[in-house]
C-alpha cells in the first residue's frame, strides 16, 4: 500500500469517526426553538394541523418542553418535545388537549408531568386528579394477596389560564414508586417497562366555577399523533361512583 493510498484511508477513517461521534454521542441542547420554527415544524410533521399561535413554551427539563397552542381552527392542542443528539424533535401532536401525564423516565415518577390545555369554551374554573386502584385480590402460587382501595386527590386550579404541566406530588411520587419497585421484585426484567395501569390508573373531573361538572365538548374528541417514542398515559374521566369523600 503506497503512502497515498495510506493517507486516504487514513482521513476516510477520520471522517467516519467524526460522523459517529456527531450524530451518535448526545451534545448539549441549543436554544429551544423560536415560535416561528415551533409552528413550522408542527404544520410540517402532521398536516392537518395548523397552528394559530403558540401559548407558552414549558420547560420541563433541559431535554424536554412542553408546547401548548391554538390552531387556525380554534381548537387547543398540544405538542411535546425532546431534545435528540443534534436537534429538537417533536414526539407527539394533539389537537385538543385533555389531560396526559407524560412520563418521562418510567421508572422514575418524580419525572412524571401532567399536561393539559382545556378549551376556554368549556369555562373550567377547576380539576380534580385522581390516583385510583379497584380493590383486588388474588391468589398466586398458593400465597393470598389483597390490595385495599386506594384513592388519591389533588385540586388544580385552571381559571386563570388554560393550559399547564404539574409535578406529582411527594405522595403520589412516593405511592408509584413502591409500585415500580414491588413490580421489579416479582418480574426482574431489566428491559421490562414498568405498566402502571396494571395496578392502578390516573383519572380527573372538570369543574366550573359554580361546582357543578363542566362539560368538556371543546377539549375532547380530538386525535393524537405520535411522531417518535413516548410515553403518554391517557387520564380518563372518573365515574361519580367510584369518588368517595375525602
Same mark, same amino acid.
Given at each position: 500500500m503506497t503512502k497515498t493510498t495510506k493517507l486516504t484511508?487514513?482521513? #476516510?477513517?477520520?471522517?467516519?469517526?467524526?460522523?459517529?461521534?456527531?450524530?451518535?454521542? @448526545?451534545?448539549?441542547?441549543? %436554544?429551544?426553538?423560536?415560535?416561528?420554527?415551533?409552528?413550522? &415544524?408542527?404544520? %410540517?410533521?402532521? &398536516?392537518?394541523?395548523?397552528?394559530?399561535?403558540?401559548?407558552?413554551?414549558?420547560?420541563?427539563?433541559?431535554?424536554?418542553?412542553?408546547? @401548548?397552542?391554538?390552531?387556525?381552527? #380554534?381548537?387547543? #392542542? &398540544?405538542?411535546?418535545?425532546?431534545?435528540?443528539?443534534?436537534?429538537?424533535?417533536?414526539?407527539?401532536? =394533539?389537537?385538543? #388537549?385533555? @389531560?396526559?401525564?407524560?412520563?418521562?423516565?418510567?421508572?422514575?415518577?418524580?419525572?412524571?408531568?401532567?399536561?393539559?390545555?382545556?378549551?376556554?369554551? =368549556?369555562?373550567?374554573a377547576y380539576m380534580k386528579l385522581f390516583l385510583y386502584r379497584e380493590r383486588n385480590f388474588h391468589v398466586t402460587d398458593g400465597i393470598e394477596y389483597y390490595y385495599p382501595k386506594l384513592q388519591m386527590e389533588n385540586k388544580i386550579e385552571t381559571a386563570s389560564v388554560s393550559y399547564g404541566s404539574m409535578k406529582l406530588t411527594n405522595e403520589?411520587?412516593?405511592?408509584? =414508586?413502591?409500585?415500580?419497585?414491588m413490580d421489579s421484585a416479582a418480574t426482574p426484567d431489566l428491559f421490562g417497562d414498568f405498566d402502571l395501569n396494571r395496578y392502578m390508573y390516573f383519572a380527573w373531573k372538570p369543574y366550573e366555577k359554580s361546582g357543578i361538572e363542566a362539560r368538556i365538548e371543546g377539549t375532547s374528541n380530538g386525535f393524537s399523533f405520535m411522531n417518535d417514542d413516548i410515553e403518554l398515559d391517557f387520564v380518563r374521566i372518573m365515574n361519580d361512583p367510584d369518588i368517595e369523600s375525602q
Open positions: 484511508v487514513s482521513i #476516510g477513517v477520520l471522517i467516519i469517526l467524526m460522523l459517529v461521534t456527531y450524530w451518535y454521542f @448526545p451534545r448539549t441542547p441549543v %436554544a429551544f426553538p423560536s415560535d416561528k420554527e415551533l409552528i413550522q &415544524t408542527i404544520s %410540517a410533521t402532521q &398536516t392537518t394541523v395548523r397552528v394559530e399561535e403558540i401559548q407558552d413554551k414549558i420547560r420541563i427539563d433541559d431535554k424536554h418542553f412542553f408546547v @401548548p397552542f391554538v390552531s387556525t381552527t #380554534g381548537d387547543y #392542542g &398540544t405538542s411535546y418535545w425532546e431534545w435528540q443528539n443534534t436537534k429538537w424533535k417533536v414526539l407527539n401532536i =394533539d389537537n385538543t #388537549g385533555e @389531560p396526559k401525564v407524560w412520563r418521562i423516565d418510567s421508572k422514575d415518577p418524580s419525572t412524571f408531568r401532567l399536561v393539559w390545555n382545556l378549551h376556554e369554551d =368549556d369555562q373550567v403520589w411520587v412516593s405511592v408509584i =414508586d413502591s409500585l415500580i419497585k
